[in-house]
Nanobody, 123 residues
């Protein structure tokens, strides 16, 4: 079992930045590929970014490439998402998730999910 708790969401103006964190507890954090997903009202949950267990592989949705950066600190059991140049269309609930996969993280099945944190970008 892996427990995930997101934090760092909030309200920010367009062009601003936020850093999301996801604290993990339970089994060995480095044994899991990790991902960030988001869900806007009335829309499906979409993949945002993923990172392999030791950080060597990183994956991004086209919509966030060059603006968002995923990272992890295995010593602190924490996943991060640095979000820059935020746009109103980035408004969503952001979820972190864990998978036993360490490749092709865009399409992996994620077994564990956090409760989500709201990000709202005003225009």
């Amino acid at each position: 079992q892996v427990q995930l708790v997101e934090s760092g969401g909030g309200l920010v103006q367009a062009g601003g930045s936020l850093r999301l964190s996801c604290a993990a507890s339970g089994r060995t954090f480095s044994g899991y590929g990790m991902g960030w997903f988001r869900q806007a009202p009335g829309k499906e949950r979409d993949f945002v970014a993923g990172i392999s267990g030791y950080g060597s592989g990183k994956y991004y949705a086209d919509s966030v490439k060059g603006r968002f950066a995923i990272s992890r600190d295995n010593a602190k059991n924490t996943l991060y998402l640095q979000m820059n140049s935020l746009k109103p269309e980035d408004t969503a609930v952001y979820y972190c998730a864990a998978t036993i996969r360490n490749s092709d993280l865009r399409r992996a099945m994620y077994e564990y999910w956090g409760q989500g944190t709201q990000v709202t970008v005003s225009s």
